[in-house]
């Protein structure tokens, strides 16, 4: 038996939702990570201390072990004196969702400017800004290239505040974040942007579990981000952006979102051992977005065996992004 054994990893992009479902959901991300950077857009989302103190306890009850780092999303409305509270309240970063950009986003920002006295806050707090960078109006494969300008006004106008780009799947983002300063600027890929494309989508049978926002888009997109995970760079780390939907509201409704955190470390490491650079998922994984974050790094280990085994065909009524790929790693030890 083979077995690679690291420093237990982070998704610092992740969306475990609200109710019932978020003690499955909770407990499929905690037996591969140590820490999920939760994402805020649940119903309804979390923007006061109050939530964002309630949603991290619910978080711990749900899955022992697995350490929640709480966000709170950015609404119009908000005020520097609301961020501090939310800093105290646990919160290391806030979220900005343009409006109607995604999934629960119709309550999203329309005026980015308005907000710099919330991005000064933010800065001010050592709190990281997270963005969808996605300009709702532009075409679907010109949204995320729409919002780099949005996107380095915010960087100049507050260059003292820490962003991170996030899910980036485009090769002219990864072009971009290359020219900014590593230790504020960054960018999160996600492993269902590392694997597909347009092509598996919508090139044969439509495949509603591969759809997300921002789209997967050509193979040279897919190309520069892997380059990007596989090169060591300090200004790309791993977000997964898993967003499980109940099977009917992907295939009925054409919700946005993949379902990847159950086994997307294990996945990972099957793409990364079969393009040579198995050693380097370690650093994508388990530091860089910590060191980002100025979070310490886990001390905590997690081991994968080497083991053939099938993505299943759901998980608690939810389709994953990779049901039926054959894997080649297996978690089987987290802690420590
Ligand atoms: O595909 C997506 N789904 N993209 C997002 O930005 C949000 C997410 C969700 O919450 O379902
Ligand atoms: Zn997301």
């Given at each position: 038996?083979?077995?690679?054994e690291?420093?237990?990893?982070?998704?610092?992009h992740?969306?475990?939702r609200?109710?019932?479902q978020?003690?499955?959901?909770?407990?499929?991300?905690?037996r591969?990570?140590?820490?999920?950077?939760?994402m805020?857009n649940t119903l309804p989302?979390?923007?006061?201390?109050?939530s964002?103190?309630?949603?991290?306890r619910?978080?711990e009850?749900?899955?022992?072990?697995?350490?929640?780092?709480?966000?709170?999303?950015?609404?119009p409305h908000?005020?520097?004196g609301?961020?501090?509270?939310l800093?105290?309240?646990?919160a290391?970063?806030?979220?900005?969702?343009?409006e109607g950009?995604?999934t629960?986003?119709?309550?999203?920002?329309?005026?980015?400017?308005?907000?710099?006295?919330?991005?000064?806050?933010?800065?001010e707090?050592?709190?990281?800004?997270?963005?969808h960078?996605?300009s709702?109006?532009?075409?679907v494969?010109?949204?995320?290239?729409?919002?780099?300008?949005?996107f380095?006004?915010?960087?100049?106008?507050?260059?003292?505040?820490?962003?991170?780009?996030e899910?980036?799947?485009?090769?002219?983002t990864?072009?971009?974040?290359?020219?900014?300063?590593?230790?504020?600027?960054a960018?999160?890929?996600?492993?269902?942007?590392?694997?597909?494309?347009?092509?598996?989508l919508l090139g044969?049978?439509l495949?509603p579990?591969?759809?997300?926002?921002?789209?997967?888009?050509?193979s040279?997109?897919?190309?520069?981000?892997?380059?990007?995970?596989?090169?060591?760079?300090?200004?790309?780390?791993?977000g997964?952006?898993?967003?499980?939907?109940?099977?009917?509201?992907?295939?009925r409704?054409?919700?946005?979102?993949?379902?990847?955190?159950?086994?997307?470390l294990?996945?990972?490491?099957?793409?990364?051992?079969?393009?040579?650079?198995l050693?380097?998922?370690?650093?994508?994984?388990s530091?860089?977005?910590?060191?980002?974050y100025?979070l310490?790094?886990?001390e905590e280990?997690?081991?994968?065996?080497?083991?053939e085994?099938?993505?299943p065909?759901?998980?608690?009524?939810?389709?994953?992004?990779?049901?039926?790929?054959?894997?080649g790693?297996?978690?089987v030890?987290?802690?420590?």
């Amino acid at each position: 038996m083979q077995y690679l054994e690291m420093r237990a990893a982070d998704d610092m992009h992740l969306h475990l939702r609200q109710g019932a479902q978020l003690v499955a959901y909770a407990r499929d991300a905690a037996r591969s990570f140590a820490r999920g950077l939760v994402m805020p857009n649940t119903l309804p989302p979390l923007a006061s201390p109050e939530s964002v103190r309630a949603y991290g306890r619910q978080i711990e009850e749900a899955a022992p072990g697995f350490t929640p780092l709480l966000t709170f999303k950015i609404l119009p409305h908000m005020d520097a004196g609301l961020v501090r509270s939310l800093k105290e309240a646990g919160a290391v970063a806030g979220k900005l969702y343009p409006e109607g950009v995604t999934t629960h986003a119709e309550d999203g920002v329309r005026d980015v400017e308005g907000l710099f006295p919330v991005f000064e806050a933010m800065a001010e707090e050592g709190l990281v800004l997270c963005i969808h960078a996605e300009s709702p109006g532009a075409p679907v494969l010109e949204r995320e290239a729409a919002f780099h300008e949005t996107f380095l006004r915010i960087h100049h106008a507050v260059p003292s505040l820490r962003i991170v780009f996030e899910h980036v799947s485009d090769a002219r983002t990864v072009a971009l974040i290359r020219t900014l300063p590593p230790d504020k600027v960054a960018g999160t890929i996600t492993l269902h942007h590392l694997l597909f494309t347009l092509d598996d989508l919508l090139g044969g049978r439509l495949n509603p579990h591969l759809f997300c926002k921002p789209v997967v888009k050509t193979s040279a997109d897919r190309d520069a981000l892997r380059e990007a995970a596989f090169s060591g760079d300090p200004h790309f780390f791993f977000g997964s952006d898993s967003a499980p939907h109940p099977r009917e509201k992907k295939e009925r409704e054409g919700a946005a979102g993949c379902y990847t955190a159950p086994y997307a470390l294990e996945a990972l490491a099957s793409l990364f051992e079969a393009h040579g650079v198995l050693g380097v998922l370690e650093g994508f994984v388990s530091e860089r977005g910590a060191r980002f974050y100025g979070l310490l790094l886990n001390e905590e280990r997690v081991v994968l065996r080497k083991e053939e085994w099938v993505v299943p065909a759901e998980y608690h009524g939810v389709v994953p992004a990779c049901a039926g790929m054959r894997l080649g790693w297996r978690v089987v030890e987290k802690g420590r």
